[in-house]
């Protein structure tokens, strides 16, 4: 082959196309010297697999690099333009090739395609002819697809980014610089540089996906308290950061936790702006006082400093206050801080002065209702008051009747057996003026003369069963012998039958005239027999001072008859009074009669029974302990049946319980039917009595047999207590 040197032989170029070998016929319109085919190489285009010179139409091409096409020079840029594939070099354009073989001895070409009979890089679709070195076949021609730029990931895919200088990398357009004006803040080539900058600056305002500490709260007040920072996350844009995760900011505080809600290093410290709760800055001070207006710098009387509990909620006590106290007399000091000095006061107008040994005579902290309050009241157990001013709070009296004989004859031991333990005079200073009993006697029931002296006694206890109430003894009268079955001082004597204890006396005067001058009985039963003659009679009379606190009082008895069955409701009825001389006016009265000792069954008002075995007479429910059946099966007596009897185990030992008792004369039956004990009882009951405070009063408790001296009845009396509200007058279960 010869080399045809275009540029001194004009010829005219058939066609020139950087790195293309072009074969032309040696002659055009006659022979060359040989005869056969000239290779016509256009300067400035191959490159082969070392790389050609750029062909020089006019001078100055560049070399090819790596099979690539070199540049062209000034008259030949377009035969020396670089395509960037394995162009076929001046060796390579082989023609006339009719099978791969022909082509083994050029590289770049290296497969023959049988429709041009041409050595050629590669053929598309034909996986036999494809691109060595792992190159893809583009048009006939190889490119690495890896990192060329206008093939960037397979064939005509060029990199054409907006906004940006690119370049191919692994078979993908990078972004190599953004244009001017433009950032690529969410780093995705595929958009280019897609943020534009603001005035100058930068566009972006974060990596995606990045993350950094966070805080949104005021100034100073991270990790202080509960307020701490959190994270916050770049979007994926990287235009803008998300939200402070995990962060606590301060927030309006409150009292009514222990957190530093606020955040201000103090926790609850919101009074000043209204917190909930927040009554005051914590451990601050503040003056205090709480005494009476107008006492404050009177007197002893001065204000003290309270500080605010750690919570804010409030203050703590009033630290060194001194408050109007009892007026100390002749001290020269105005100790309740009323301006005055020594004084003696009886603001509430109980009586008693300060110096008299009022403890409370205006309301306060110690008490809240002066006029109950002074050394005439009796001590309330539980009130944390000290009613009686005698220097303690809630001591009640203790029990005064351990050890009293059983056959005293003194009525003041009486008196301590039914709990009234305090004693008094009838007209002492007003300072030694206390409630208390000022006298106590036995006589017969109209007031005069001496009752048996068996027909009284102080018991620890009564038959098998029965205790004291209240105390350690209990008082016993009866019209027969105040005992039971294994007494002694006095010993025992049978009720049935009965025993005559030869006295006898009028009734109460006051009582029967009250009456009209008759016994009253229970509803439906006769009259008693043997006009107002009392048979066997004792009375105990006690004279009271009430306590100054006291509008009422109860006390317990407890009676027996061995009238029961068979002379209830008789002309025979033993009596039982509890008459009650006091100058109470108020509501609910006490009886006309002054008799606290019957039964108003309901509804309220007569007729009234009696307290005695007639109890039994009309199902009234206090004869209780006793045999149901029938009664009044003496001579003389209304028949009737009682069915409210609970039982007999109180009467066990008492001289009441005797199974079958014989006749004791004639007419007389013993017992009725079933109900075949000697006697029966009521049970404890309540007698009630309203008084007027401090005044002195007189309670009678009288027994008696009406008609004869025979079958005898007994009651007992314990448990007397004062209380501070007015009462019901009357009996009950």
Known sequence: MKKLDLLGSGWTLAAATASVLIVVPSVIGGCGSSGGPTEVVIAGGSGGAAGGDGGKLDGGGTAGVSGKGGTGGAAGKEAGAD?????????????????????SSTTDTPWCQIATGKCVPCEENNTQHACLNGKSCCAGLCFDTATDP?????????????????SCSAGSCVITGCKAGFDDCDLKAGNGCETPQVDGGAGCACQPGASEACYTGAPGTENVGPCKGGTRTCNADGTTWGPCVGEVIPQPDTCLDDVDNDCSGVVNDGVASGAPGCVCLPNSSAPCYEGPPGTDGVGVCHGGTQTCVA???????????????????????????????????????????????????????????????????????????????????????????????????????????IDLCQTTTETPPLAQKKWGVISAAFSRADGTGAPNALSRSIRSGFGNAIIPKAGARLAVLSTGRAADTNDTNPAFAAFQGGQDMATSSGVPADWLASNGGVIPNAPGCPAPQGGNVAHDPIMLRIRIRVPTNAKSFSVMPYFFSSEYPEWVCSPYNDFFVALLTSNFNGSPPNPAD?????????????PYYPVGVNLAFGNTGLFRQCLNGATGCGSGSVAGTCNTCQGITDLMGTGFETLNPPPQFGGDPGYCGTSNRLGGGTGWLTTNGNVTPGETIEIRFATWDTGDQWYDSL???????????????GTGG
């Open 83 to 103: 395509v960037g594939g394995d162009a076929p070099t001046e060796a390579d354009a082989k023609s006339g090739c009719s099978k791969d073989a022909d082509c």
């Open 150 to 166: 206008a093939h960037c990931g397979g064939c005509n895919k060029p990199c054409a980014l907006a906004n940006a200088d690119s």
């Open 311 to 417: 919570s804010g909620l409030g203050y703590d006590l009033c630290q060194g206050q001194v408050l109007p106290g009892f007026e100390i007399c002749a001290n020269s000091t105005d100790d309740n801080c009323n301006g005055t000095t020594d004084e003696n006061p009886d603001q509430d107008g109980d009586g008693w002065g300060v110096c008299d040994g009022d403890c409370c005579d205006v309301a306060g902290p110690i008490c809240a209702s002066p006029t109950l309050v002074n050394p005439g009241a009796f001590e309330v157990g539980g009130n944390s008051v000290d009613d009686d001013c005698d220097g303690t709070i809630d001591n009640v009296l203790l029990p005064c009747d351990t050890g009293l004989a059983s056959n005293s004859a003194n009525g003041l031991d009486y008196a301590k057996a």
């Open 594 to 606: 002054k008799n606290l000792a019957f039964y108003d069954p309901p509804p309220a008002g007569p």
């Open 715 to 729: 009651v007992l009396l314990d448990n007397w207590l004062w209380s501070l509200n007015a009462s019901q007058p």
